[in-house]
């Protein structure tokens, strides 16, 4: 049974289209997350919910909006896709706090998303 | 700001033998976590080892153990008998007690037989 799973694992689309990636945890976490890697493997955080709040938002361009229908679950949601969205998308989950409720993220497979 | 960097952008072992991966981080915090994670071709990222940066002895796993130096603010990553199944992307971690990941640029490893 798959903790943190993502649909699609591949898209490929247009530029100026408009798509989604869904993201769902059986894990019980009250935390998801969002992370970008480049084409160089760079992994960068981009936003972050807890218990449906967004609390993390690194200054990602307006056409992604995440949504958090409950917390379970983070979709993420990009409007006008450029060349440069493409990219692998993760979507992570932790029971996150302060101290040592702090703990691993567990991701997602990851969204291979290429814009042509 | 809080950054991590990963010095080495290809390592490369022979199986059984022993590699490190270097680590070195950058912070104003006393309290945070570190993380080494694994993402093998299948994309997946798996967690490695963690440790707490309140916690004097370096964390072990199995195979995988860690050098914590804090003063010097370093964190590698030590695997021991090297396996084929080892090669991959290693990703050093810092997370503050804000909830987020800070990622290095990751170490590609090559296992050799």
């Known amino acids: 049974d798959t903790a943190v799973s993502q649909t699609p694992k591949y898209l490929v689309t247009q530029m100026g289209n408009d798509k989604s990636i869904k993201c769902e945890q059986n894990?019980?976490?009250?935390?998801m997350y969002w992370y970008k890697q480049d084409s160089k493997k760079f992994l960068k955080i981009m936003f972050s919910?807890?218990?449906?709040?967004?609390?993390i938002n690194e200054t990602v361009p307006n056409r992604f909006s995440p949504k958090s229908p409950d917390k379970a679950h983070l979709n993420l949601h990009i409007n006008s896709l450029e060349l440069g969205d493409s990219a692998v998308y993760f979507c992570?989950?932790?029971?996150?706090?302060?101290?040592?409720?702090?703990?691993?993220?567990?991701f997602g497979q990851g969204t291979r998303l290429t814009v042509v | 700001a809080q950054t991590v960097t990963q010095s080495q952008p290809e390592m490369s072992v022979q199986e059984a033998e022993t590699v490190t991966l270097s680590c070195t981080y950058d912070?104003?915090?006393?309290?945070?976590?570190l993380f080494w994670y694994k993402q093998p071709p299948s994309r997946q990222m798996i967690l490695v080892i963690r440790?707490?940066?309140?916690?004097?002895q370096n964390a072990t796993e199995n195979r995988f153990s860690v050098n914590f130096q804090k003063a010097a603010k370093s964190f590698s990553l030590k695997i021991s008998d090297s396996q084929l199944g080892d090669a991959a992307m290693y990703f050093c971690?810092?997370?503050?007690?804000?909830?987020?990941?800070?990622f290095g640029t990751g170490t590609r490893l090559q296992v050799f037989p």
């Open positions: 440790q707490e940066a309140y916690k004097q």
């Open positions: 919910y807890n218990n449906k709040e967004l609390i």
């Open positions: 894990l019980g976490h009250d935390t």
């Open positions: 912070t104003s915090e006393s309290d945070y976590y």
């Open positions: 992570a989950s932790s029971q996150a706090g302060t101290g040592p409720l702090n703990t691993e993220a567990f």
């Open positions: 971690a810092y997370s503050p007690y804000t909830d987020k990941l800070i």
